[in-house]
Nanobody, 117 residues
Framework: QVQLAESGGGLVQPGGSLRLSCAASGRLPSLFVFRWYREAQGKQREFVAGLASGGVLSYPNSVKGRFTVYSGDTGNVMYLQMNDLKVEDAAIYYC???????????WGRGTQVIVSS
């Protein structure tokens, strides 16, 4: 089993920055993909950023150039640096880990990002 815990959300003004963290614990699979998703009120959950063994996944246009995903030194923590935040970035941000071998998805409980002046 894998447990994921997000942190770093909060209230920020438009144009501000936040860094989200996702810490994975438990029995990590040998091959996995780490992803960030977000879900705004009344909208579908959407992919934001991700890390695979081959590197960083392509960012969607909505965050490209503003968001950066990277991992910590131990490989079990994923970060999402969010710069120049916009009102439309407000959402609950979820961490996802996909066990690439067993095809199992694990999810964190989410961390809320509010962008408001």
């Amino acid at each position: 089993q894998v447990q994921l815990a997000e942190s770093g959300g909060g209230l920020v003004q438009p144009g501000g920055s936040l860094r989200l963290s996702c810490a994975a614990s438990g029995r990590l699979p040998s091959l996995f993909v780490f992803r960030w998703y977000r879900e705004a009120q009344g909208k579908q959950r959407e992919f934001v950023a991700g890390l695979a063994s081959g590197g960083v996944l392509s960012y969607p246009n909505s965050v490209k150039g503003r968001f950066t995903v990277y991992s910590g030194d131990t490989g079990n923590v994923m970060y999402l640096q969010m710069n120049d935040l916009k009102v439309e970035d407000a959402a609950i941000y979820y961490c996802n880990l996909e066990d690439s071998t067993a095809r199992i998805d694990y999810w964190g409980r989410g961390t809320q990002v509010i962008v408001s002046s």
